[in-house]
C-alpha cells in the first residue's frame, strides 16, 4: 500500500501572503508535489454566496461546501502518494471538518498572518485593492487569529518573517520524513 502524501494548508485573510508564498513556491517544489488554490475555483458575488444559504457564518455556507468539496478531491491526490500544498481563505473549522469529511488524518495547518498595518499596506500599495483594507478584512483577521489559537494550528507572522523563510519553512514541512 502506498504511503500517502503529506499535506500542508495555508489560510488567512487577504493580505496574509499566502498566495505570494505558494506561487512563489509552487515552481521550486518536487514533482511529487501539487499547489491547490482555492480560489481558482472561482469566488461567487457576496449575492451568489448567499443562495447558498447565511449558515456557518463566518464564512458562509459557500465557503464550508467549498472547503469540504476541495478535501474531498485532495484526499484523492494524497492516496498516489503526492503530497499537497492548499491555500484559501478558509475557517480553520471548515478545514478541520473537511479533514475528517474526507478521511485525511494527517495535516498541517497554518495560519498566515500580518498585523493589521502591514495588511492595509499590502491590500493598497502591492495588490492594488484599496477596498479590501476595511474593518470588516481586519475584524476577519483577527477572528481566523482567534480561531488558529483555540484549534492549536500554527501561526506564521508574514509580516515579521521574509518570504523566503515561509518558502524553507513550508517546504520542509512538505519533505520531512515524520
Aim: with cysteine; glycine share 10%.
Amino acid at each position: 500500500m502506498k504511503q500517502p502524501g503529506k499535506l500542508v494548508v495555508l489560510t488567512g485573510a487577504s493580505g496574509s501572503g499566502k498566495t505570494t508564498i505558494a506561487r512563489r513556491l509552487e515552481p521550486v517544489l518536487p514533482h511529487a508535489c501539487s499547489v491547490f488554490f482555492f480560489d481558482s475555483i472561482g469566488v461567487p458575488s457576496l449575492e451568489g454566496m448567499k443562495e447558498w444559504g447565511e449558515g456557518h457564518q463566518p464564512g458562509g455556507a459557500w465557503m464550508r461546501a467549498m472547503t469540504l468539496e476541495w478535501l474531498k478531491r485532495i484526499a484523492a491526490v494524497l492516496a498516489t502518494g503526492q503530497s499537497v500544498l492548499f491555500e484559501g481563505q478558509m475557517r480553520i473549522a471548515f478545514i478541520l471538518e473537511g479533514l475528517a469529511a474526507a478521511h485525511i488524518g494527517d495535516a498541517r495547518i497554518l495560519l498566515l498572518d500580518c498585523d493589521d498595518q502591514v495588511r492595509a499596506s499590502r491590500l493598497q500599495a502591492e495588490r492594488n485593492q484599496p477596498e479590501l483594507a476595511n474593518f470588516h478584512m481586519m475584524n476577519w483577521a483577527r477572528y481566523l487569529r482567534e480561531e488558529a489559537a483555540e484549534a492549536n494550528c500554527e501561526r506564521i507572522d508574514t509580516g515579521g518573517v521574509p518570504v523566503e523563510r515561509c518558502m524553507e519553512l513550508l517546504s520542509g514541512y512538505l519533505s520531512a520524513s515524520e
